[in-house]
C-alpha cells in the first residue's frame, strides 16, 4: 500500500492542471516569503519561486498529504542555498527593493531583520512568520535543534539592540 499523496492521479500528466494551480495559489506566497527572507532581493526571490514549482512540476513529484509545506520548504531552502553559492549572486549588488509599507515602523522593523545574516534571518522567519518549531527548522536546514534555540536567540539580541538604536520601541 502507497501513502497517501496530496494530488489525486489522472491522465497523462499525472496530476490535473486545477490541483496544480490550487497547490501553487495555496504555497507560492510561503515560498517566495522564505526565499526573500534568504536572498534579500525580489527579483531573486521570484526566480527560486518559479523554480521550485517548475522543479515540483517536472520531477512529478507528489509530496505526502498533509506534508506539502514542509515538502516545499525543503526545496526552497535547498534552492536558495544553491543561489547564494552561485558566481553570479557573488559578483552583483543586491538593490533595494522598493516595498511599500502600511506604516513606517514596519519598514524599520523589516529593514532590521534584513540586516541580520542569513543565518539569522532565515530562523526568525521560519520560527515566528511560518510557525515552524526548533526540531523542524533543524530538519530543514540540516542544523542541531540547539543551533536554532541559539541563533533565534542572537538574532533576538540583535534586533533589540539595532532596535534600540535606531529609538525603536522594543
Not at 497547490?23 to 517566495?32: A, E, G, L
Not at 531573486?44 to 498533509?66: C, R, Y
Not at 511599500?100 to 522567519?125: C, H, N, P, T, W
Not at 515552524?132 to 527548522?137: K, T
Amino acid at each position: 500500500m502507497r501513502p497517501q499523496n496530496c494530488f489525486e492521479e489522472g491522465g497523462a500528466n499525472g496530476v490535473q492542471n486545477a490541483e496544480l494551480i490550487d497547490f501553487f495559489d495555496k504555497y507560492s506566497n510561503m515560498v517566495f516569503r522564505l526565499a526573500m527572507s534568504y536572498l534579500h532581493h525580489t527579483q531573486d526571490a521570484e526566480d527560486v519561486v518559479q523554480a521550485v514549482f517548475l522543479k515540483f512540476i517536472e520531477k512529478h513529484a507528489v509530496p505526502e498529504f498533509g506534508k506539502e509545506r514542509a515538502f516545499l520548504t525543503r526545496i526552497t531552502v535547498n534552492h536558495c542555498k544553491d543561489v547564494l553559492r552561485s558566481a553570479w549572486k557573488k559578483r552583483i549588488d543586491t538593490l533595494d527593493d522598493g516595498i511599500i509599507f502600511k506604516q513606517e515602523d514596519d519598514r524599520e522593523l523589516y529593514d532590521s531583520i534584513m540586516a541580520l545574516d542569513v543565518k539569522y534571518r532565515v530562523v526568525i522567519y521560519m520560527h515566528y512568520y511560518e510557525g515552524y518549531s526548533f526540531s523542524e527548522i533543524s530538519d530543514f536546514l540540516k542544523i542541531g535543534s540547539s543551533t536554532v534555540s541559539m541563533r533565534i536567540h542572537r538574532a533576538k539580541k540583535k534586533l533589540k539592540n539595532i532596535l534600540q538604536e535606531d529609538n525603536y520601541e522594543v
